[in-house]
């Protein structure tokens, strides 16, 4: 059996842990002062209702240590693996991979550690790829390298309200077009973004984050992002559109929790696709 392991980084939603069988390494989230674990002390609809009027508290991250990425590692060894794929938050951005691969030499069976190059629901859609790479028959260094591979072909398109907290991080440097008011819209490959429009009505946000999903002209699978319930409205306008769509062959639904908010801030709507047939 082969395990796939992954951080909560990923934002993977319950859903997909139970159906592709991943064990999940939380990341350590710290607000005001008091830590938890991502998605165990703290899920993201329990961090979302203790926003008050869309202020972010102080927020800070930190990556799993060796030792607890090692101990999820035992914990799939004794579940039956003889081989771990262990999928994570680009290094550019993190230094899990770095952790996962110290990880790798305290445990018995063979890790191989994916530097997914990207982040947030980006890096579930390579764990993905490497769950149905395993279900076809391959072994875990193809598996691995099936889930590297799709990682240049995984697109993302979103609003950032709070285009502060992303440029606070250092991710984001643009100047809004048009009118201040407008929310802009950003879209690209990996960290190749760039503006693609800006609006104030929702049907016109709802048009221009939608349209990089299939501008390519192939099937694709989709992952949209619900952060605080101020954006719910928008997301649902965004899977209404994307699920009836006829190139979209799988949508599923995550939540921005707390290790992608401190970066992110409220407001922000949006998601992911990558070729279906890669």
Known sequence: MIGLVTDSASQIPPELVERLGVHVVPVVVTIDGTPYREGLDLTATDFWARIDGGELPAIATSQPSPGEIAAVYEAVVADGATAIVSVHVGADVSGTVNAATLASELVEVPVHVVDSGTASFGVTACLW???DSIAAGSTPAQAAHAAAAVAPAIGTSFILQGLEFARAGGRFDHTLPGDADDVVVLAGYGTALEIVGSARDADALCDLIVAP??????????GVGLADDSTLELTEM???RLRTHELVTEL???RVGPSIAAHTGPGTAGGFWWPADA
């Open 252 to 254: 599923v639904r995550y």
């Open 129 to 131: 790829r490497a769950a």
């Open 213 to 222: 999903f299939t501008a390519e002209g192939r099937p694709v699978r989709v």
């Open 238 to 240: 965004i899977e209404h």
